[in-house]
């Protein structure tokens, strides 16, 4: 596969130049694959349906085709993913896709070791080790953390602000061995990111260290979150009939979206011929891109906290691959967008228990309000004229292409669950009374030795310590 870059089109790269850079630095744009080719028919109409981890191999062949072998490529998979990704229906038109069966409980998970293997991959005939730095606010930190543990070639230091990241988060973070540290440093977020950008500018340091960034950008996290939307798209389209008794139903998959590398990844999977019909682009409170949809301008801004914190995101980084796929009309015509504010996400995990007895944790909750407001009439009054105020929580004013299909009850919902709600305890406890029940490889890690190395936020004394403690 050729890869180019969404700000200039003259660019071609391959895979592992693609991997192993992240961003291209020349033009400050993300890398693209030129194209999305489309999977066999008679694979996607197979019966019974393909499983995961044969949807994961046939969908990624193409994009290392030249670089990894096919049995290379199958090792890859079947090491990343141990796990799959369960479709559960929860009412007759809704189904929740679960992402959070992986070792850190998040849909991060599926990106991240995928990555991680890939670059281990590349990194085979090298002498050297592959340092990854990584700043985190909490959940890519864990997942890239453990993706990589015990990868061969490979280490991660990850940087995250000390104090400003919750307890189980903190533990998830801290706790590895071998070559995984944590860094905790006094400061914030940013400062955490800022010092890792300098790194990556200091050649003296990269003369020295050989040095990669693993954040979401990274075009090797993307496409395999591709994988569980065929797969859950094919499930629920064989399931259909005998679930809702709907024949040819739309499939609309419901994103909780932050930086939108979900959902980019959705429509990788829809351009590859995935039964989805459109998306819903559910935010919380930073609703960049809903306003985008709504008016046709692009702003982004600081981000604002809420109780779907992985979703805090006021400049989204995917923006510039949506728009580099999508026209502003064909984005409106694939969306439905919606946003929720924190009021919103405490009711919906009370509505989605009460109506259902599934417990959401407060990213899926997103998802659950936007589709059940979609289903339940939302968005037959927007087909029939209502205006609706998109400065207020609730659908952005455009009409997707399916909104008929909804109306007329011809169309099933994924909602994307992208985290277990015991990440979220406290948030699920006010909301419903009740505590989520632990999963064992939570449980576990909070047992551990908390082994983060305490450092100041100085760019001179963190410099030292990579100096003295990498090798
Ligand atoms: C990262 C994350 C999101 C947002 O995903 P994007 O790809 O950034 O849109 C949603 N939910 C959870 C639990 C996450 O960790």
């Known amino acids: 596969m050729v890869y180019t870059d969404t700000r200039d089109k003259s660019v071609k790269t391959d895979f592992r130049t693609a991997v192993i850079n992240g961003m291209n630095k020349d033009t400050g744009g993300l890398y693209i694959p030129v194209e999305f080719p489309k999977l066999a028919s008679s694979f996607i109409n197979k019966t019974p349906e393909p499983g995961f ?7 990624a062949k193409p994009y290392v085709e030249g670089e990894i072998s096919d049995s290379d490529l199958m090792a890859i998979i079947q090491d990343a993913y141990p796990f799959s990704a369960p479709v559960v229906p929860v009412d007759k038109t809704s189904y929740m896709l679960e992402l959070f069966h992986g070792p850190t409980c998040a849909f991060k998970d599926f990106g991240a070791r995928f990555m991680a293997r890939v670059m281990s991959y590349f990194n085979r005939n090298e002498s050297s080790t592959l340092h990854i730095l990584v700043a985190t606010s909490g959940d890519t930190g864990s997942a890239v953390g453990s993706a990589f543990h015990n990868v061969p070639g490979l280490d991660v230091t990850i940087l995250y602000p000390e104090g400003k990241v919750s307890k189980l988060q903190e533990k998830q973070l ?4 071998g070559n995984v540290r944590a860094l905790k440093i006094k400061g914030t977020f940013d400062d955490c990111q800022k010092l890792v950008k300098t790194a990556f500018t200091d050649e003296a340091l990269r003369s020295k260290l050989r ?7 990274n075009i090797s996290r993307l496409l395999p979150q591709s994988f569980y ?9 064989s399931r259909a009939w005998g679930d809702s008794k709907i024949e040819n139903p739309a499939i609309i998959a419901v994103v909780p979206s932050g930086n939108f590398g979900n959902l980019t990844s959705g429509l990788i999977a829809r351009e590859m011929g995935a039964p989805i019909t459109g998306f819903v682009a559910a935010t ?12 046709g301008k692009y702003e982004p801004r600081p981000s604002v906290e809420t109780y779907a914190n992985a979703m805090d995101v006021g400049a989204p980084s995917n923006y510039e691959r949506i728009a580099a796929m999508y026209s502003l009309d064909e984005v409106k015509s694939l969306f439905a967008s919606y946003w929720l504010d924190n009021d919103g996400i405490i009711n919906s995990i009370k509505n989605c228990y009460e109506r259902t007895g599934y417990t959401v944790d407060p990213h899926g909750a997103v998802g659950w309000k936007a589709w059940s407001d979609i289903k339940n009439g939302m968005m037959e009054k927007l087909v029939a004229g209502e205006k609706n105020d998109f400065t207020k929580p609730g659908l952005t004013p455009n009409i997707p292409k399916w909104a008929n299909k909804v109306i007329s009850k011809e169309a099933l919902g994924i909602i994307l669950e992208t985290a277990h709600p015991a990440k979220f305890s406290s948030t699920v406890q006010s909301a419903i009374g009740i505590s989520p029940t632990i999963p064992d490889r939570l449980e576990k890690v909070l047992s551990l030795p908390d082994k983060a190395i305490p450092m100041e936020n100085d760019y001179n004394k963190f410099k030292e310590w990579l100096l003295a403690n990498l090798k």
Do not use: G, K
């Open 229 to 237: 939307y065929m797969y859950s798209s094919l499930v629920v389209r």
């Open 211 to 217: 040095l990669s960034s693993a954040n979401s950008i």
């Open 284 to 295: 919380n409170s930073n609703r960049t891109i809903p306003d985008w949809i709504a008016t």
């Open 53 to 59: 981890r044969e949807i994961a191999f046939e969908m």
């Open 174 to 177: 801290s706790t590895f061995d």
